[in-house]
Structures are given as C-alpha cells and as structure tokens.
C-alpha cells in the first residue's frame, strides 16, 4: 500500500514541476517578446503624427 501511495505522489510531482517549467517558458520568452515590440514601437515614435 505504501508503495503505490508513493509512486502516485512521485508522479504527481514531476507532472507539476514539468507544468511549472513549461509555464516559466512561456512566461519568460512572452515577455521578451513584449519588450522587443516595445522597443519597437518607441523607436518608430518620432515618425507618428497625431
């Protein structure tokens, strides 16, 4: 019985620790990507007129 209640908790933690790496990705790479548009829109500013 302990065996089976440990290799389900085992494999409950690696699948959250794979979600939260896959997560941290995401997050990470959105948020150069935001910064690189960003950058491009502040370097294109001079050339708008409102």
């Keep these: 019985m302990d065996e ?3 290799k389900t ?3 409950s ?3 959250n620790l794979i979600i939260g ?3 941290l990705v995401s997050g990470i ?3 150069i ?3 690189i548009s960003g ?3 502040l370097k294109s500013k001079k050339k ?3």
């Design 21 to 23: 790496i896959c997560i």
């Design 4 to 6: 089976k209640l440990y």
């Design 33 to 35: 990507l935001l910064i």
């Design 48 to 50: 708008i007129l409102l």
């Design 9 to 11: 908790i085992t494999f």
């Design 39 to 41: 950058s491009k829109l």
């Design 13 to 15: 933690g690696a699948a």
């Design 29 to 31: 790479s959105a948020g």
